[in-house]
């Protein structure tokens, strides 16, 4: 079963920046694909981002294009999502997520972290 343990959320003005961090252990190939959601108060789970493992073919929610990265360091088997330009509309939790595909639902993905806060003041 993978264990992902997020970090690096926090409190950030419009604007900034701040880099999401996702530690993985015990990966197996059914979580080939790392995904990061978010979650704000009242809202459902949304798709923010996903990529391989391997680092190829990553995929973006429209409403992140141009502003956040997502990148994966498979000898560390960590995940990144570098966020720019941030609004307070991006303040929400953000969960990650292992998978076997790239999907933007989270009914494809079994396994989540606990989920890091971000905020966003305006």
């Known amino acids: 079963q993978v264990r992902l343990v997020e970090s690096g959320g926090g409190l950030v003005q419009a604007g900034g920046s701040l880099r999401l961090s996702c530690a993985a252990s015990?990966?197996?190939?059914?979580?080939?694909?790392a995904a990061w959601f978010r979650q704000a108060p009242g809202k459902k789970r949304d798709f923010v981002a996903a990529?391989?493992?391997?680092?190829?073919?990553?995929a973006y929610a429209d409403s992140v294009k141009g502003r956040f990265t997502i990148s994966s360091d498979n000898a560390k088997n960590t995940v990144y999502l570098q966020m720019n330009n941030l609004n307070a509309e991006d303040t929400a939790v953000y969960y990650c997520?292992?998978?076997?595909?790239?999907?933007?639902?989270?009914?494809?993905?079994?396994?989540w972290g606990q989920g890091t806060q971000v905020t966003v003041s305006s």
């Open positions: 997520a292992a998978g076997p595909f790239i999907r933007s639902s989270a009914l494809e993905y079994a396994a």
């Open positions: 015990g990966r197996t190939f059914s979580s080939d694909v």
């Open positions: 990529i391989w493992w391997s680092g190829t073919n990553a």
